[in-house]
């Protein structure tokens, strides 16, 4: 039997894909073609679901261990992080290239991610009080299991607490793929170097931004909306590791929808900033700051008349009644 012969469609899907993989070829960073040369995102975080049960041990379930005593099932957990963890570090150092052939990179992988494990009493002891102004700073809080389980701002405060060690350790991408993760999964966007003090509250949550060089005390409590950001990034590459993000000190409540933004910006200690306030200069000590009511107007209610009730053909229907 005769082979047949492509159709014009097929040929030039053909044609289209030599084009695609000519267009591979012009070396910039899209085009790499390696694979498992970046760390693996399911993996980091199939990671950060791990950490949650070690950081919580008695609300997260776990479908893969059948161990019902609490001491082999958290052993088996840190064991589980710790290989996984320590790979994921070592792709992450040697970034994109093939591994050392001394394998330097495999022994401060392991480095990092024991000096990382070490470091997890230190961020459960935060964690706490992040649940503990949670649970007293909430009236709708029913108990603090309920925060644990439910409430979004804890666990984006969680992973940044966790990533925030990875970021200080010098890990590349890993700390931004999890924290990204709990942006996905909460609306919540903090950059893993943004550095935070105890009893921290995040109420509601849905669209704060807090950027890289931010700078927040202790028991400050932050509403939906707010962005601490940079004043302008203009300057793209050339302010990498400038101060470039706000400080917000001690005993700060900032309410939804306000900008604080600029590196030079101070919030001073036991100050509150109302709801959508624009502020790009420092404000002193126990200030509180406020935007003026706008002017709303109120029309009572009109009838609007048309052609046909004055022709006396019925009545203006009450979709008519404007405000």
Known sequence: MKKNENTPFETEIQALEALVLEDYGSERAIDRLELFTQPDGEVIEDIIAKLFRVVFPGYFSDHTYRVYNLKNSVSNLIEDIAFHLSEQTAIALRGGEAPSEDGSEKREAERITAEFLRSLPAIRALIDTDLSAAFDGDPAAASPEEVIISYPGLYATTVNRIAHVLYGLNVPLIPRIMTEHAHSKTGIDIHPGASIGKYFFIDHGTGIVIGETTVIGDN???????????????????????????????????????????????????????????LTRSVAPGTRVSVRNQELQFKSGEVRRDKKEDRGEGEVPEWCYII
């Open 220 to 278: 400050v409590k932050i509403y939906q909306g707010v962005t601490i950001g940079a004043l302008s990034t203009r300057g793209g590459q050339r302010l990498h590791g400038q101060k470039r993000h706000p400080t917000i000190e001690d005993n700060v409540t900032i309410y939804a929808g306000a900008s604080i933004l600029g590196g030079d910006t101070v919030i001073g200690h036991d100050s509150i900033i109302g709801s959508n306030a624009f």
